[in-house]
């Protein structure tokens, strides 16, 4: 089992920035490739970024490229999405998960645990 916890989520205005952090207990979690989603309200939960098992790759969906930064410390069981330039178009409920295996992923399917999430809203 992996236990994975949301913090970071909160309102800022257009421009500025957040970070989120997803602490996970349990399983070992070095052992997964890792990755955040969002989800609007009526809207399905889409891909935001990827990070394999050790860090060495990543993948951003192109909304997000150039402004959002994922990343993990293996050592605090802790994966983060440092967001700039925020938009309003960001403002999502954003979700961390964790695969079952070491390669990144960026479909919600190849993903098996879960948290509950954390809102970002970004003001115009």
């Known amino acids: 089992q992996v236990q994975l916890v949301e913090s970071g989520g909160g309102l800022v205005q257009a421009g500025g920035s957040l970070r989120l952090s997803c602490a996970a207990s349990g399983r070992t979690f070095s052992s997964n490739a890792m990755g955040w989603f969002r989800q609007a309200p009526g809207k399905e939960r889409e891909f935001v970024a990827a990070i394999s098992r050790n860090g060495g790759r990543t993948d951003y969906a192109d909304s997000v490229k150039g402004r959002f930064t994922i990343s993990r410390d293996n050592a605090k069981n802790t994966m983060y999405l440092q967001m700039i330039s925020l938009k309003p178009e960001d403002t999502a409920a954003y979700y961390c998960?964790?695969?079952?295996?070491?390669?990144?992923?960026?479909?919600?399917?190849?993903?098996?645990?879960w948290g509950q999430g954390t809102q970002v809203t970004v003001s115009s």
């Open positions: 998960a964790a695969r079952l295996v070491p390669r990144l992923g960026v479909r919600a399917n190849e993903y098996y645990y």
